[in-house]
């Protein structure tokens, strides 16, 4: 097979999501911050999970992850900024946008959650997902 037609079969058909974009991550956490706050309490079982997020997810080490918490609670009044970028950003990756709301799940049902951080859940699923 022709060199140039292999490069072709072998570049893939769709862009990679840069998860070392530190724009992104920044705002994965902002929104991710948004909603585990926004009951005024932070419990450990979200703060681990925020935590597995980014290491799993983004392959942070403990020290990054610290670093990205620690700026998402500075970045919290801007919120929509950043739940802006990441509609953005995840345009072409449905499955991260999923991931993301299952994440989410995931940590709000850690504890008997409140009403301002399901609307803070519903809010992001509706940016995401506008047609649902």
Same mark, same amino acid.
């Given at each position: 097979?022709?060199?140039? /037609? &292999?490069?072709?079969?072998?570049?893939?058909?769709?862009?990679?999501?840069?998860?070392?974009?530190?724009? /992104?991550?920044?705002?994965?956490?902002?929104?991710?911050?948004?909603?585990?706050?926004?009951?005024?309490?932070?419990?450990?079982?979200?703060?681990?999970?925020?935590?597995?997020?980014?290491?799993?997810?983004?392959?942070?080490?403990?020290?990054?992850?610290?670093?990205?918490?620690? !700026?998402?609670?500075?970045?919290?009044?801007?919120?929509?900024?950043?739940? !802006?970028?990441?509609?953005?950003? /995840?345009?072409?990756?449905?499955?991260?946008? /999923?991931?993301?709301?299952?994440?989410?799940?995931?940590?709000?049902?850690?504890?008997?959650?409140?009403? &301002?951080?399901?609307?803070?859940?519903?809010?992001?699923?509706?940016?995401?997902?506008?047609?649902?």
């Amino acid at each position: 097979m022709p060199t140039k /037609l &292999r490069a072709w079969f072998d570049t893939p058909s769709h862009p990679e999501l840069d998860r070392q974009d530190a724009t /992104l991550q920044r705002a994965f956490a902002v929104v991710i911050y948004h909603v585990i706050s926004a009951d005024q309490v932070e419990t450990d079982k979200e703060k681990q999970r925020f935590n597995a997020f980014f290491k799993t997810d983004f392959g942070l080490n403990d020290e990054q992850v610290s670093q990205l918490h620690s !700026e998402a609670s500075q970045f919290d009044g801007d919120f929509e900024t950043y739940l !802006e970028v990441l509609q953005e950003k /995840l345009a072409d990756f449905p499955g991260v946008e /999923l991931r993301l709301m299952r994440a989410l799940n995931s940590m709000m049902t850690s504890h008997k959650f409140e009403a &301002r951080e399901y609307a803070a859940f519903e809010r992001i699923r509706d940016a995401l997902f506008p047609k649902v």
